[in-house]
Every structure is written in structure tokens, then in C-alpha cells.
């Protein structure tokens, strides 16, 4: 059966902001992102438990994807996170995806590229409040390139065809991380209203 022929589950995208503590249960809320991370990285994957959680949480903004009716309504079934990050060699500021994830009764229901999308929105209007925040300041947005910001993300290589789809393109060489290979897949994310 097609991915289309589906019947998609209602679900929502609920976005849990660093700092400002939101929402209210944000707390709650973040540790529904882990426990699907958990299930799909160290369950399902083997990856080490230690890991899972790490020194970014704070800083992220994470997106928690939730079924919203039936018996199921609330349960967590996906998860990404983005943080800004600069590098250090050539300044330049860019958007890390990670910690992307998709129960696996619950995959091929455009689950993951609904997680992207809505991480990508939140991406442009960070981006575009930057911009405007610079030019008021006399100075370009951290990390716009002439209306574009960049989005790295660092994929296992079995996955590296989804990020394409969704315009990611590979650079340099496979490497390894958290003793899988991996290939970091960037995105030229165009900002303009
Ligand atoms: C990656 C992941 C989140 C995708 O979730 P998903 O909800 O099943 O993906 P979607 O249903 O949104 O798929 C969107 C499209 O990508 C395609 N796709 C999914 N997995 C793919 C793969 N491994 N390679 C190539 N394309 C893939 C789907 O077929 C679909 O194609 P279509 O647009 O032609 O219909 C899920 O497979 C997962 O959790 N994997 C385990 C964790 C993981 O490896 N995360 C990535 C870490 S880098």
C-alpha cells in the first residue's frame, strides 16, 4: 500500500521554546520528546542511553508531534529539535537539526517531513526577526546569505535520501558519530516573506 493510500492519524505539532519556559507544561511536554527519542534511538536503534540526553536540551527548541483523538489522544509519536548555532572558525551563525524521530508504528504517514516543515517555519521567522533586528542595527542577520540560512544536519547514512527529497544537499565526507557512519546534509533555506 502507498504511503498516500494511508489513513493519517490526527495529530498536532506542539513547540516547546528554550528559555521563555513555554508552554506552561513545557516540562512535561520535553520529557514526551525524550521518551520517543528513547524508544527510537536506544530501543529500537541500540544507541547508548547515557547519550540520549545531552548539554543542547536547554538550548534547543524542540517540536513534539501528538495524536490528538481517539484512545491514543496525547500519545507522543515524534519528535525533532533545532539549535542556533556559530561556528567557530568562520563565524558563521546556522540552524542544527537533531534528535529527529518517528515511533516506528507510525512511520510513512509524512509524520517526519510535517516535523521538518514546521521546524523549517520556525527557522524563517527566527531568522527574519534576526534580519530585522540587524538592519535596524545598521547590520546583516547573523548567518543570511543574501535572503538564505543555513540548515546542517548530521544523518545516518541509511536516512540521507529522505533529507534529499526535502532539498538537503550532502557535504564532505561520511564521518563518524556515536560509532555509526554518518554524512552532514546542509540546506540553503531561503528566508523572504
Ligand atoms: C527519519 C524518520 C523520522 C522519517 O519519518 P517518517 O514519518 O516515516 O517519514 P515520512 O513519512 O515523512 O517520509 C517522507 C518521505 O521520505 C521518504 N523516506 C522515509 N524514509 C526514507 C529513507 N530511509 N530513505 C529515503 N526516503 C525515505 C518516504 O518514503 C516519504 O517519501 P514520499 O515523499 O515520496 O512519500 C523515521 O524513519 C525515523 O524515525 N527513523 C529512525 C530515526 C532516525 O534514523 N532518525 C534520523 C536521524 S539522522
Redesign the pocket.
Known amino acids: 500500500m ?3 493510500a494511508l489513513e493519517v492519524p490526527p495529530h498536532e505539532i506542539v513547540v516547546i521554546k528554550p528559555y521563555i519556559r513555554s508552554p506552561d507544561n513545557w516540562k512535561e511536554l520535553r520529557e514526551q520528546c525524550y521518551s520517543v527519542r528513547i524508544d ?2 536506544h530501543h ?2 541500540g544507541f547508548p542511553i547515557e547519550d540520549e540526553i545531552d548539554n543542547l536540551e536547554d538550548v534547543a527548541t524542540h517540536f513534539l508531534l501528538r495524536l490528538t483523538s481517539g484512545s491514543d489522544a496525547g500519545k507522543p509519536v ?1 519528535t ?1 529539535r533545532y539549535t542556533k548555532q556559530t561556528s567557530p572558525s568562520t563565524r558563521e551563525t546556522y540552524y542544527k537539526l ?7 508504528d ?11 516543515n514546521a521546524l523549517h517555519d520556525y527557522i524563517r521567522t527566527d531568522a527574519r526577526k534576526s534580519r530585522n533586528e540587524g538592519s535596524a542595527n545598521g547590520n546583516n542577520a547573523p548567518g543570511d546569505q543574501d535572503g538564505f540560512v543555513r540548515v546542517v ?4 547514512i ?9 532539498g538537503y544537499e550532502p557535504e564532505g565526507e561520511e564521518f563518524d558519530e556515536d560509532g555509526a557512519p ?1 554524512q552532514k546534509m546542509v540546506l540553503r533555506l531561503p528566508i523572504s516573506d
Open positions: 502507498s504511503a498516500t527510537v534511538f529500537e536503534q515524534g525533532i537533531s534528535r529527529f524521530a518517528v515511533l516506528k507510525y512511520r510513512n504517514y509524512r509524520f517526519g517531513v510535517g516535523l521538518v544536519c548530521h544523518s545516518q541509511y536516512i540521507k535520501g529522505f533529507y534529499e527529497k526535502i554518518h
